[in-house]
């Protein structure tokens, strides 16, 4: 077997059950809470201390001081206001409020923000944090704010930016939810995890605050009392509070136990309730018990005896309760609550009858048992106070009585305190010069003996016993609250740990933070290697202060940072057990222990080095001297006297720190099975789906945990380092001490240790070859020892190794949808699967059998018609990540060539192209060894071109693995014979897509033709292998041969084939085509397809480029890369040439822009935008490419303009004066020649490349005097005018004098028609209707006056109405403007006939109010009025628009009676205006109009 890459399944079979053992030894370690604390009254020493020279056990992360605006407010109020404060960890956030005003603010980091809310009157007497239930607010609002007041209790609302929950959080009030307070004072307010609110009253009574969304009469908010029935509320409203009788108890907390569904409460009076809230945690409040006698009940308990640990204190005062916190049920199944006393004593509770310890020692017995009912509250046992003073020197339970005096009180006097998974913080004022927090946690180094406890010393080895922290704190400790973890990091262990069933998990409706919090009760040596240092924040009155618990690995880190004796690194061996210090070292070593700064490579080598010190991890021995020194039995108990046959080998402690570390990684997965059944009835039915029980992330970091420890025992056998290395790296050599020798892979049972490597049991044999009669004595040498501990650590490794792969192919499979995988998979299959347990999968063949299976359901997936990649992709994966579960087989060559000439006679096709296709299979495993030419003309001859492609490119790399025909440090004749050869190679594919496109040769590469290659093709045929050619050659990686190929298939005329099957790399080699240098055409472009638009614009583009660009946009339109396309289309429209010939016309031009428009416009529904390309088409690309379009509109219309002119210049029937008269009155008659030729060298200009719309306006149009133009380009740029809009009046102007010139008044409303109706409306910028209207009714009364041209009443009212498209209220303000100006109209025959455009104006908008009031059409309507109207005006707005008529037309009769002319001349213009007011005031004569 090869050591270094080969996985033996015996010995990962044999190192799964060491891991088995060792879980089950920790599971059976873990004991029941209240199991802990009974075996520690018969303890002399409850408590522990931290050894001084030691790095601190607690320590201050942080301290922060409280913001100062809540100092401000507080010093206002004289220190005599209303204050409270807590912390919410869920937020992230702290809080405090000062009579009616609550700030708010993030405690872990200063952001500089402390919103303060004071919407309420009233002083806030109670605040709460709530999850919001589902469906009731948006999403964003993940938690209510309850805040109460003597009045009212109100709820704000929580909203998050939803990228990061903790960094911004808003506070909205919500007015609807608003509950009156009816005269009770809440003390405090408790959240459940499913939204339901609780508030304490003072009165005694408990209320809920129920909100729903509302409907209807229902209110959205209400409180209700659920601690009093009918009669108690008919008294609180009836009877006066003087008449009632009875004092009250005031309720003082209130706590939720979210995993039993039990409401604990504590009054002033130190009474407990005990309330349940349903099976599910959203049934009716229920009392189930109250005790009041709870101390006197504690005492009565234990009968006046005094656990040993305990020390006489104070009788004097009775204490009192200081706090109350649920025990989660990874503490404990049995004790529920537990009671901090005000002298530091504390008892624990529980509501079940009866204790449910079964008397099974390590057992689970306990874990298994369902949730009781409650119904009581009794005091099981009372653990003592901790003690005071606590020094580093101290030993276990002793005691610092120097720094007191004889008379000062020895009992603590605790303010305040906080518990949750067994941690302990007070706040001691014992001291009259400075309070203390003492914090009580778990001592670790006891966990670490408790699997190794036999006989008498089981009891011992399981009891409680914590170990004692003090830190001076100034001010009193006001709340203290759990830093949860990061989101990330509590979704890694609620995924691993949740199925666990003594997790805690199961039952929990809790957050994935709260839960993963929860994990820390099973102590510090089994969970450091997932979970973070725990942290809590402590509010204080002077300050807060962030207080860390360093694990034991992160106080082992510490020693080995700061060079510290040897003689403290022993004694942390010594103290954690050799085992467990191993373990730890490798944590560090590997790097897989979550820190918050990175662990050094130094810190990391010093653990490695001790993991390897036999000084401290000991060496592998025989377990006793003697026959009889073996008392240990298999079931754990003591047995005097019994003989044993033989001693058995104890390893050192680096093999059990290795078997902890190792099964402490794989605990959540290892007897779990790794698929689970959704949906369905049970694991048989055909209805549900199977999936991962794990998401990616989780199987990701466990993953790469243990490749990191796997990775560093691989590395220090390969160095050689320590006992394992040296022993290890030896190898599979023959007569090897690894192999051949007997092995105990662990100290556990005998019969284990027996049976797991039997098979490598010898005989020691002495020199003759005898066997030695002293083997009972000396079984085995210390050589021997250290042999069979490193092989059983290389199996370990291994069976991490394999771990690793299975973690890898189950991640690989959630990748790809394990649920299409398997969906095809029989009932049976599907039932073995959700069966097999991880262990399984790792060490068993049936595991190895459904893994096969697995696999090649994935590589149908891949390879299937509907596929998702290829073979090789998959295969490269597989091959990489866990290589033990997919492997392949090497061929030779000769054995291709023998099927290759079977191949050849046989007539079979089928048959034919089997053969040929394993004789490839064989080739490709050795192509540089190949005669290509000859081995790929045989393929070509069978028609396998798969070969005819693959082979040679698997040469050319094996050829120059390293890149050397493009190494510019090398020598060029290295750089030309390397390139020779790989051109050799590649000539052999293009040769045959050569004889395939046209008429090859008879005879190719000296090889003569066989039949098959003679045999004529039809069109079809040649296509399709064609078309497999090119696929074939485009999945290779080598982009050199792709750009020989390209160029082939280009010379060759397979553009379309190109197109279509071109790879990835197509795209640089398009852009880069063309280039003179070759050595630029071979290198490989790093330009990618998404390249932007700035880098396909602005250098000119070479004739010999065209093409390829042509390629480049036809394919970026096949693969619906239309805004790439567009780009292109963009550059070849824009491009310009240095040689004369090759200009593109503007036509072409045109063409290019108007398909990139319509390329970009196909954008929106094209689903191929992703990176540069969206961001294109979001920033303008298709306006621009409009515009540019627009503009080249403009610039065709101009070249042709002035071609027109020069042609009439030219023309024999266009004389000089005529064209003066046409063009320009100050133009020399003698210059028309020459003026001609300008025009003609100006049109050329045109049409040598795209001018700006700038250029347009100031070098073309104005200078030739092409008013239409101008006014379009002034539309179509938007312009805004200048101060006085001169510049567009002007144009007007001079454009309405050319029409004039040209054909009088109808020529000037042809062309107001014809341009105003394409940049209407302008806004009175662009389309001056003032200057209009004025210029043409002046002219049109000169004319007319004149007699020069006949012009109608309405022609120039009609043109100016069709140049608004219709709309008669802009034409009519500008007359109405017009004529309110005497000094404008001084005639008053140009005001009769300023009167008369009016009127029709008017008949116009009458008509219009006709039409919808007859129902008529908007076709109709706008047939009769020449524009549009909507359908959907109302008879009241008609009515107001008859008015409007109706006035007008009545003040024009006035105006037309003050006109100094005869009546004769007016009174046709008079009857006008007042029938059309007759007509809108009697509808009956309407019809007129």
Known sequence: ?????????????????????????????????????????????????????????????????????????????????????????????????????????????????????????????????????????????????????????????????????????????????????????????????????????????????????????????????????????????????????????????????????????????????????????????????????????????????????????????????????????????????????????????????????????????????????????????????????????????????????????????????????????????????????????????????????????????????????????????????????????????????????????????????????????RGDLSTQHILPRRRIVVFSTMGMMEVVFNRPVDILKRLLESNSPRSLLEDFFNRFGAGEAAAMCLLLAAKIVHTENLISNIVSEKAAEAFEDPRVVGMPQLEGSSAISNTRTAAGGFSMGQVVQEAEPIFSGAHEGLCLCSSRLLFPVWELPFMVMKGGLDTMSEDGIVACRLSSGPMQVLENKIRALEKFLRSRRNQRRGLYGCVAGLGDLTGSILYGTGSDLGAGDQNMVRNLFGAYTRSIETGDGRTSNKRQRLPYSPAELAAMEVRAMECIRQLLLRSAEALFLLLLLCQNHVTRLIQSFDVNLRQELVQLTFHQLVCSEEGDRLATRLISSLMEYYTGPDGRGTVEDISARLREGCPSYYKESDYKFYLAVELLERAAVTSDDEEKENLAREAFNFLSKVPESADLRTVCKRFEDLRFYEAVVRLPLQKAQALDPAGDAFNEQLDAGIRERALAQLQQCYEIITSALRSLKGEASQREFGFPVRPAARSSLNQASRDKYIRQIVQLGVQSSDRVFHEYLYRTMIDLGLENELLEYGGPDLVPFLQNAGRESSQEVRTVSAVTSTRSREGLSGAPIPSKQTKYFDLLARYYVLKRQHVLAAQVLLRLAERRSTDAGDVPTLEQRRHYLSNAVLQAKNTSNSGGLIGSARGAFDNGLLDLLEGKLAVLRFQIKIKEDLEAIASRLESPQVTSESAQNELCSERNLNADTNFANTVREKARDLSLDLKSVTQLYNDYAVPFELWEICLEMLYFANYSGDADSSIARETWARLIDQALSKGGIAEACLVLKRVGSHIFPGEGVVLPLDLLCLHLEKAALERLASGVESVGDEDVARALLAACKGATEPVLNTYEQLLSNGAILPSPNLRLRFLRSVLVVLREWAMSVFAQRMGTSATGASLILGGTFSLGQTTVVNRGVRDKITNAANRYMTEVRRLALPQSQTEAVYRGFRELEESLISPSSFELY
């Open 1 to 521: 077997m090869s050591w270094d890459d080969e996985i033996v399944v015996r010995d990962v079979t044999n190192a799964g059950l060491v891991v088995s053992d060792r879980i089950n030894r920790d599971v059976a370690a873990q004991t029941d809470l209240e199991e802990a604390l009974e075996a520690s009254r018969y303890t002399s020493h409850p408590y522990s201390t931290h050894p001084r020279e030691w790095p601190p056990l607690v320590e201050v992360m942080d301290t922060w001081e409280l913001p100062p605006v809540l100092i401000e407010r507080y010093n206002a109020a004289g220190g005599e206001g209303t204050a409270l404060c807590g912390v919410f960890p869920e937020i992230r956030r702290a809080w405090a409020s000062v009579d009616n005003s609550l700030f708010l603010w993030r405690f872990d980091k200063w952001d500089g923000q402390c919103p303060e809310y004071s919407g309420e009157e009233q002083a806030i007497c109670a605040v709460g944090l709530a999850k919001s239930k589902p469906g009731v607010f948006v999403e964003a609002i993940q938690y209510l704010l309850v805040l109460a007041t003597p009045v009212e209790s109100v709820c704000c609302c929580g909203r998050g930016d939803g990228t990061d929950p903790y960094e911004e959080v808003s506070l909205q009030l919500l007015p609807e939810y608003t509950i009156p307070s009816d005269g009770v004072t809440m003390t405090c307010i408790t959240c459940t995890d499913k939204g339901r609110i609780f508030l304490a009253g003072r009165d005694g009574h408990i209320y809920e605050m129920h909100y729903t969304t509302g409907s209807g009469w229902n209110k959205r908010c209400r409180k209700v009392c659920l601690t009093v029935g009918l009669g108690s509320v008919i008294s609180r409203w009836i009877v006066p509070h003087v008449l009632k009788f009875g004092a009250i108890d005031p309720i003082v907390e209130m706590v939720v136990d979210n995993e039993r569904h039990i409401l604990y409460v504590r009054t002033e009076d130190m009474k407990l309730q005990v309330f349940v809230l349903g099976p599910k945690g959203d049934g009716p409040l229920k009392k189930v018990a109250e005790e009041k006698n709870l101390i006197n009940q504690k005492d009565a308990h234990y009968g006046g005896r005094q656990s040993t640990g305990s020390r006489p204190s104070n009788r004097s005062a009775k204490p009192s309760i200081i706090c109350i916190s649920p025990l989660s049920t990874l503490e404990s199944k049995w004790l529920h609550l537990v009671a901090v006393l005000s002298d530091g004593r504390r008892m624990y509770l529980s509501t079940a009858p009866s204790s449910g310890n079964s008397g099974a020692v390590g057992g689970l017995s306990g874990f298994n048992n369902s949730h009781h009912k409650p119904n009581c509250l009794k005091v099981v046992t009372t653990r003592p106070s901790p003690p005071l003073g606590i020094t580093g020197g101290l030993a276990f339970g002793a005691l610092s009585l120097s720094s007191r005096t004889q008379n000062e009180d020895l009992a603590l006097k605790v303010e305040s305190a906080y518990y949750s998974a067994g941690a302990l913080v007070v706040s001691d004022s014992s001291s009259p010069t400075m309070s203390s927090l003492l914090i009580v946690s778990r001592d670790s180094s006891t966990q670490s003996s408790a699997s190794a406890g036999l006989g008498t010393t089981a009891r011992t080895s399981r009891a409680l016993r914590e170990s004692v922290s003090s830190l001076p704190v100034e001010g009193r400790m006001l709340y203290v609250a759990d830093v949860l973890p990061s989101l990330d990091m509590a979704a890694t262990v609620q995924s691993l740990y949740s199925e666990l069933e003594f997790s805690g998990f199961e039952s929990s409706g809790e957050s994935s933070e709260k839960a993963s919090g929860k994990l820390l009760a």
